[in-house]
């Protein structure tokens, strides 16, 4: 009956039908609301009751799947199980998909099979209302997950299909195996983290940033250390092209020939390099391996200028400022200050990406020393205060800086005992290694030295008593032959005994959280 019909009824008969048609929208309401809680529910009142069963079923069923998944995995590892893979991460995207589809489609439905006759037309016109902004609740989560699962999927693709990895130095040891623990009989994984700074005011890419991270996979113990940029006479691996130009090291002198400059001379000269889509990244893991004597598992290489928009998505970082730092700049021929654009002013406070970059570059009125603590006391920083709350809101940002300016050779498919890696990093011990004026001169390296430092460093255990101290030390060249010395000191070079390692003081081997 129309409303206009109604009004020819007797006035009881209109107060009655007023009351059904009042009761008739509070139940389409009700019902709607509780699909939209429940997709499927309000249909048992309806009379598309077996569709609703159905939904209802699929349901429970999927509940059950995902129960039995976070009771076997753990909740965190059932999520970063699915985060991890690009095939689980494109399936998880349809199922969102289709899954909010049919759950727009029940409330669609539980709104026109609550219809009542005896409804006003602004009575159907505010269900009407309702169930659009019901559906708009249901649309937004749902749009938001499938676009994460498809942006998270993208980013895994990208990032993790070893696009970094140096041609022909194909490394196994230090990678995770198959099993319940894939890091069972790996005794140490080293990540080579390079920051390339290819800016307008330079030629080829100069690897400003080179930080070594050496991680014990069953403690989770981490020991991290920077190398002087303005070393010379760093070494190349024989099997390097750039060998028969340089056999006593790149040794040309500043301020060309130093660490920092080898990628560029590699790409310079990548006629030399037969086959090699990446002579700079080979090259300048191939003479850091050479420095330390540590096999490099594994690269990160991460764009300068995309460091900068990493910090910024993350809302800036806060850091203590111990001195006034120049922004650009450099020292004249008369020994006076020129250029500077800015100052980075003492004192705690919060840098954005530009800040937050000159913080760790900066060097005209410090050493190269000093530089490299303060990138120590950044990546510190930013590990502390990473927030997952506001990583997630801002996850679109961060997946595209990322994507554009990361490259790794970690492989998609060993993302998952990456995952249980970190797992066991947190709150386990992460050490920094400290080279300064004192005990390091980038003119004139001692190369043998510094790999007994590392070595010390990294076995902190052989110095437990005096006599263990006199064991390890008349006995260096035994122990640089074990299995475990030789999964992380490897090659003619990487003899880390050539000087005996010495205990490591605190004033060069401290906890990172201290190193600001």
Request: proline share 5%; with cysteine.
């Amino acid at each position: 009956m129309s409303h206009e019909a109604q009004h020819d009824l007797p006035l009881g008969d209109r107060a009655r039908r007023r009351m059904l048609a009042q009761r008739a929208t509070r139940r389409s309401a009700s019902l709607t609301v509780a699909t939209t809680i429940v997709p499927g529910l309000g249909l048992l009142r309806t009379r598309y009751r077996r569709l609703g069963v159905l939904v209802l079923l699929a349901i429970v069923l999927t509940a059950l799947g995902v129960i039995g998944a976070v009771v076997l995995l753990g909740p965190t590892q059932a999520a970063l199980a699915v985060a991890v893979r690009p095939s689980a991460l494109l399936a998880a995207a349809v199922v969102l998909f289709l899954g909010g589809l049919i759950w727009i489609w029940t409330i669609i439905l539980t709104n026109r099979g609550t219809r009542d006759p005896l409804m006003s037309r602004r009575q159907r016109a505010g269900l009407r209302t309702l169930t659009a902004l019901l559906c708009l609740v249901v649309a937004v989560p749902i749009g938001t997950a499938v676009n994460y699962s498809l942006i998270q999927r993208d980013v895994v693709a990208t990032l993790f299909g070893g696009a970094a990895a140096p041609d022909g130095d194909a490394e196994t040891d230090g990678r995770p195996g198959v099993g319940p623990d894939p890091w069972a009989g790996v005794s140490r994984v080293n990540m080579l983290l390079l920051g390339s700074d290819a800016g307008d005011d330079r030629i080829g890419v100069r690897t400003d940033s080179m930080i070594v991270a050496s991680v014990n996979p069953q403690t989770g113990d981490t020991l991290m250390f920077s190398l002087p940029r303005n070393l010379e006479n760093v070494p190349f691996p024989k099997s390097n092209p750039l060998y028969k130009l340089y056999p006593k090291g790149y040794n040309c002198g500043p301020p060309d020939c130093l660490l920092n400059g080898v990628w560029s001379l590699a790409e310079a000269n990548g006629k030399l390099f037969i086959g090699d889509r990446n002579p700079g990244l080979t090259t300048i893991r191939g003479v850091i391996q050479e420095i330390t004597g540590m096999r490099m598992n594994y690269t990160t290489v991460v764009d300068l200028a995309g460091f900068e928009e990493l910090v910024d998505a993350m809302g800036g970082v806060v850091i203590t400022v111990t001195q006034d730092l120049p922004i650009g700049g450099k020292i004249n021929a008369s020994g006076q200050l020129t250029g500077v654009t800015g100052w980075i002013r003492k004192g705690t406070q919060r840098l954005d990406g530009f800040n937050a970059l000159w913080f760790a570059r900066s060097r005209v009125l410090s050493d190269d020393y000093d530089r490299m603590r303060r990138q120590r006391c950044l990546v510190g920083k930013i590990l502390d205060q990473t927030n997952p709350a506001q990583m997630l809101q801002q996850y679109p940002e961060l997946a595209r800086v990322a994507k554009n300016n990361i490259q790794t050779d970690v492989n998609a498919a060993d993302l998952p005992a990456w995952l249980e890696l970190v797992q066991r990093m947190k709150g386990a011990t992460i050490r920094s290694l400290t080279f300064t004026s004192l005990n390091m001169d980038p003119a004139h390296p001692d190369f043998a030295k510094m790999r007994g430092m590392i070595y010390a460093s990294l076995h902190p255990e052989l110095f437990t008593s005096t006599a263990t101290e006199t064991k390890t030390a008349s006995s260096t060249k035994t122990a640089s032959s074990t299995k475990t010395s030789t999964r992380t000191f490897t090659g003619a070079t990487s003899a880390s005994t050539a000087t005996a390692p010495t205990k490591p003081t605190t004033d060069v081997l401290v906890d990172l959280k201290d190193a600001c």
